[in-house]
């Protein structure tokens, strides 16, 4: 079993739609967790960290629920330029260990 | 602000060949960790490399063998090329020793090279 297991979508949203998908995951040990982007063929990007407590970054929104074991990600108000593969991370010791994506494309 | 780089961009190699991969970290950052991105798929953590030591590794076989230099940049070295082999290789450098309340956490990746076996 994967450590990391995400929706690979695609998630096919019009511009201005909310759109929001999970990801889960399996090590209880996982200390930090993050989610990133990956642009077709270029390297993943920090988008933000997850807080249990929940945290927002303009559109995005992430949480955390550590009893259940699952990363939530909202885009709000969504952009052209948010058509991405969404990457859902957990860190444990020095290692991330990556989910393998979620395909967002938004249309005009 | 220099981030971090890699070479060479792409790479065609052979089954059996041995190939060298280079990475050099964002200013400022002590610590190297390497990542195998086959097609489809999420990144594959296979070593990080700190104070010039593996501090931690993945699921890869001995083949797969790295070094860090006392600039903190870094090398990835596969032997015995399989096809399987073929993929984005990342890496991704980070601070390990805190300044200033700097987070460790973040780990900011390179551009990347694309191995190709054949």
């Known amino acids: 079993r994967k450590e990391v297991e995400q929706d690979p979508g695609p998630f096919n949203v019009p511009e201005g739609a909310t759109v929001a998908f999970n990801c889960t995951y399996s090590n209880s040990a996982s200390q930090s967790f993050f989610w990133y982007r990956q642009d077709c063929r270029k390297e993943p990007k920090l988008l933000m960290s997850v807080y249990s407590s929940g945290n927002e970054d303009g559109r995005f929104t992430a949480q955390l629920n550590r009893a259940s074991q699952y990363i939530s990600l909202l885009i709000r108000d969504s952009k052209l330029s948010d058509s991405a593969t969404y990457l859902c991370v957990g860190k444990n010791d020095y290692k991330l260990s990556f989910g393998a994506g979620t395909t967002v494309t938004v249309r005009a | 602000d220099a981030g971090v780089t890699q070479s060479p961009t792409h790479l065609i190699k052979t089954r059996g060949q041995q190939v060298t991969l280079r990475c050099s970290p964002k200013s400022g950052h002590d610590t190297v960790s390497w990542y195998q991105q086959a097609l489809g798929q999420g990144p594959q953590f296979i070593f990080q490399y700190y104070e010039e030591e593996e501090r931690q590794r993945g699921n890869f076989p001995d083949r797969f063998s790295g070094h860090q230099f006392p600039n903190y940049s870094s090398e990835l070295n596969v032997n015995a090329l399989l096809l399987g082999d073929s993929a984005l290789y990342l890496c991704?450098?980070?601070?390990?020793?805190?300044?200033?309340?700097?987070?460790?956490?973040?780990?900011?990746f390179g551009p990347g090279t694309r191995l190709t076996v054949l």
């Open positions: 991704a450098s980070s601070l390990s020793r805190t300044s200033g309340g700097t987070s460790t956490d973040t780990q900011y």
